[in-house]
Nanobody, 118 residues
Framework: QVQLVESGGGLVQAGGSLKLSCAASGSIASIHTMGWYRQAPGKQREAVATITSGASTNYADSVKGRFTISRDNAKNTVYLQMNSLKPDDTGVYYC????????????WGQGTQVTVSS
């Protein structure tokens, strides 16, 4: 069984910072891509940032220059440093991992709430 456990969400004022963490555990053979997605109330889930096992990164235009994704392959953990937060960043942030257990597939965390007040 594979689990993704997120931590680090919370309430912060606009302009503040938060750091999210997500650790993958279980019978994992290999992880290719890890990433963060978010869903605001009434909106579809969107990709925020992704990082491959080779450290190639991709960011949504709305967070470029403010958010930084990083990864510790030895710990199967991905991080999202969020700076200069805006109210529009509010939402539930989900961790994702595309990994191989018995076959390649996506796994999702339970989500962590990020609320940015104006």
């Amino acid at each position: 069984q594979v689990q993704l456990v997120e931590s680090g969400g919370g309430l912060v004022q606009a302009g503040g910072s938060l750091k999210l963490s997500c650790a993958a555990s279980g019978s994992i053979a290999s992880i290719h891509t890890m990433g963060w997605y978010r869903q605001a109330p009434g909106k579809q889930r969107e990709a925020v940032a992704t990082i491959t096992s080779g450290a190639s990164t991709n960011y949504a235009d709305s967070v470029k220059g403010r958010f930084t994704i990083s990864r510790d392959n030895a710990k199967n953990t991905v991080y999202l440093q969020m700076n200069s937060l805006k109210p529009d960043d509010t939402g539930v942030y989900y961790c994702n991992a595309y990994l191989y257990r018995d076959y390649w597939r996506d796994y999702w965390g339970q989500g962590t709430q990020v609320t940015v007040s104006s």
